[in-house]
């Protein structure tokens, strides 16, 4: 059975930074791409970064340069270390993961098979 298990969400302010993790089991976790997405109040999930199983990442325009993505293997468990954190950045962030999905379909959140639970994240302003 695949699970993953997001955690690191809170409260911060304008500016502040926080780490998410996602924490994978059930799956052989080095084949597959995993994804960051978001979903604020009343908008759709979207797309914020993807981790391919080579360690090649791909961000969001918004996100570039104060976002960032790593995997840890043999942890099983993917990152999202946010920097300069801003409101427009509050949401509920979901980790996705895939092993099929192709580059140009990594920010479509319907190419993904598995999916957390969530964690919210807050920027206060």
């Known amino acids: 059975q695949v699970q993953l298990v997001e955690s690191g969400g809170g409260l911060v302010q304008d500016g502040g930074s926080l780490r998410l993790s996602c924490a994978a089991s059930?799956?052989?976790?080095?084949?597959?791409?995993v994804g960051w997405f978001r979903q604020a109040p009343g908008k759709e999930r979207e797309f914020v970064t993807a981790?391919?199983?080579?360690?090649?990442?791909y961000y969001r325009d918004s996100v570039k340069g104060r976002f960032t993505a790593s995997r840890d293997s043999a942890k099983k468990t993917v990152y999202l270390q946010m920097n300069s954190l801003e409101p427009e950045d509050t949401a509920v962030y979901y980790c996705?993961?895939?092993?099929?999905?192709?580059?140009?379909?990594?920010?479509?959140?319907?190419?993904?098979?598995?999916w957390g639970q969530g964690t919210q994240v807050t920027v206060s302003s």
């Open positions: 981790i391919r199983y080579n360690g090649y990442t």
């Open positions: 059930g799956l052989t976790f080095s084949s597959y791409t």
């Open positions: 996705a993961a895939d092993r099929n999905v192709i580059l140009s379909a990594l920010r479509d959140p319907n190419q993904y098979d598995f």
